[in-house]
């Protein structure tokens, strides 16, 4: 249920719990425990160790539908896979085995169309069971590298959004088969229909962990290889220069600013142009650069002219 409500740090937790009781599964994901009072929000996560910023954004997001984050860069990565790891030992240890074990018993396992649902229901859980798995062995760890400064130049991120998606068709046709298909006697049609409600909300609760993941885990994830990426290109480049052998050479004031003039993409000639010098002298400052420096692409003077302060890496499009 949407309430509509952005919920800050200085809300009362219990009042979030009364206005969407759904958002108890949550807490236990968070590794939130209950027997908080009256506290905020912030002091209830302060005194369990969350991160508050992390669990209003999913919590505004996944309840609210709020998608606009202020910062990505804020968001904590342990607290998310905390939330996300929690999220599969639910689902896969709980959830969907109690659905199974629920429709078996409702279901007579003699009859051909009660072993078509069962196999369906089978099925979707395998894939299910698969998809978080591969995020398990393939994804977490990953993301825990990152972490540790390790990056890893055969995956990212955006690898597996591309083939991130919710596992759903099998899930429709079963609640239909129940639906249309399976008149029942009264005992079996209750305990049938208290079943096909916990699919309905086990469908909910997937979808939401989905767009959790799409929206808020890939997003920041995304965040913080970039700031790899820019510190990763910074260091190795700043230990190339400063291991030239020609690196305590000095760079002229007019060499630096044919360096800056490479960087900003200009040509020889435009260089020239604004230094008021001929594209010839443009020509021999470069080797006179490309020599002391041992550095001959454009690409690798742009990192020269960032560790040494010659540009700004805000301005530089790396």
């Given at each position: 249920m949407r309430m509509h409500k952005m919920y800050e740090a200085d809300d009362k937790m219990i009042s979030l719990i009364r206005d969407n009781y759904d958002l108890l599964q949550s807490l236990g994901r968070f590794g939130i425990n209950l027997g908080f009072g009256d506290k905020?929000?912030?002091?209830?996560?302060?005194?369990?160790?969350?991160?508050?910023?992390?669990?209003?954004a999913v919590v505004n997001f996944a309840f609210n539908g709020y998608r606009d984050l202020n910062d990505e860069g804020r968001l904590s990565i342990p607290t998310l896979l905390q939330y996300l790891e929690a999220s599969h030992e639910y689902f896969l240890n709980f959830a969907l085995p109690t659905?199974?074990?629920?429709?078996?018993?409702?279901?007579?396992?003699?009859?051909?169309?009660?072993?078509?649902?069962?196999?369906?229901?089978?099925?979707?859980?395998?894939?299910?069971?698969?998809?978080?798995?591969?995020?398990?062995?393939?994804?977490?760890?990953?993301?825990?590298?990152?972490?540790?400064?390790?990056?890893?130049?055969?995956?990212?991120?955006?690898?597996?959004?591309?083939?991130?998606?919710?596992?759903?068709?099998?899930?429709?046709?079963?609640?239909?088969?129940?639906?249309k298909y399976l008149p029942s006697d009264m005992l079996h049609n209750n305990?049938?229909?208290?079943?096909?409600?916990?699919?309905?909300?086990?469908?909910?609760?997937?979808?939401?962990?989905?767009?959790?993941?799409?929206?808020i885990f890939i997003p920041a994830?995304?965040?913080?290889?970039?700031?790899?990426?820019?510190?990763d290109i910074s260091v190795k480049i700043s230990?190339?220069?400063?291991?030239?052998?020609?690196?305590?050479?000095?760079?002229?004031?007019?060499?630096?600013?044919?360096?800056?003039?490479?960087?900003?993409?200009?040509t020889n000639k435009e260089i020239a142009d604004h230094l008021f010098i001929s594209a010839n002298?443009?020509?021999?400052?470069?080797?006179n650069i490309a020599r002391k420096l041992q550095i001959h692409s454009p690409a690798g003077l742009t990192i020269y002219a960032i560790v040494n302060n010659l540009v700004d890496i805000s301005s530089v499009k790396l």
């Open positions: 905020t929000v912030k002091e209830v996560c302060e005194s369990q160790s969350v991160d508050t910023y992390t669990f209003l659905i199974r074990k629920q429709l078996a018993e409702a279901l007579d396992e003699n009859d051909n169309l009660a072993r078509l649902i069962l196999k369906l229901y089978d099925e979707y859980a395998h894939d299910i069971r698969n998809h978080m798995k591969y995020e398990e062995k393939t994804v977490f760890p990953y993301v825990e590298a990152l972490q540790a400064g390790k990056a890893d130049d055969g995956y990212d991120i955006e690898t597996f959004s591309k083939h991130h998606g919710q596992t759903d068709v099998k899930l429709r046709e079963l609640k239909n088969i129940i639906l305990q049938l229909t208290a079943t096909l409600y916990n699919i309905y909300n086990c469908e909910t609760w997937l979808g939401q962990h989905a767009e959790v993941e799409e929206h994830i995304m965040k913080l290889e970039q700031r790899m990426k820019q510190n230990n190339m220069i400063n291991q030239s052998p020609n690196s305590n050479e000095l760079i002229s004031d007019r060499e630096k600013d044919v360096i800056i003039g490479v960087v900003q993409g200009m002298t443009v020509i021999t400052h470069r080797r």
